[in-house]
Structure formats: C-alpha cells, structure tokens
Nanobody
Framework: QVQLVESGGGLVQPGGSLSLSCAAS????????MGWYRQAPGNQRELVAR???????NYGDSVKGRFTISRDNAKNTVSLQMRGLKPEDTAVYYC?????????WGRGTQVTVSS
C-alpha cells in the first residue's frame, strides 16, 4: 500500500504559476512511476504528466511546455510546476503511483484558474 498526499492547490489568476507536491508513504517510492492526473467536472480523468522510476517524463498535449514534473527520491516526493495557467487547467489534480499493474491514488487537490 502507498499513501499519497497532495498539497499546493488553490486559486490563481490566468497566466499565473502554481506548484503541486505529493508525498508518498512508501520507502520503495523510487521503484514507482509517479504521475499527475486531473479531472474537471463532467470530464474524464486525464494524464497531466508522468515520470518513471528512472526519470523519463511524458506530458499531456495540453500542458506541454507549461508544466514540469520532477521527483525527489530521497524525500519520497513528486512535484508539478505549473506555469502559464489557463482557465481550462481548472480541475482536481490527483497524484498517482504505479508499479506494474498496481496503482495508488491520492485524494486530490483543487486547482482553480480564474480572474
């Protein structure tokens, strides 16, 4: 079992920046691929960014060039730096940990982009 706790959500104006962080409980954190997903009302959950255990990253098309995912294996954390935020980035953002076919999710943190 991996417990994931997200932090850093909030309200930000369009064009602004926000940083999310996810703390994982498991000491084998470095063996998991970590990701951020988001879900807006009425929409399916979608991939925002993902980082493998060896640091390879991939991003959803809508956030490429604006968001950056990183991980700190010493601290069991994964972060998401968000820049150039748009109203359409408004959603609940979820942290995900996955190894083989097993996945764990955090409870989510709300990000609202509005003037």
């Amino acid at each position: 079992q991996v417990q994931l706790v997200e932090s850093g959500g909030g309200l930000v104006q369009p064009g602004g920046s926000l940083s999310l962080s996810c703390a994982a409980s498991r000491s084998t954190f470095n063996t998991y691929a970590m990701g951020w997903y988001r879900q807006a009302p009425g929409n399916q959950r979608e991939l925002v960014a993902r980082i493998t255990s060896i640091g390879n990253t991939n991003y959803g098309d809508s956030v490429k060039g604006r968001f950056t995912i990183s991980r700190d294996n010493a601290k069991n954390t994964v972060s998401l730096q968000m820049r150039g935020l748009k109203p359409e980035d408004t959603a609940v953002y979820y942290c995900n940990a996955q190894r083989f076919s097993v996945a764990f999710w955090g409870r989510g943190t709300q990000v609202t982009v509005s003037s």
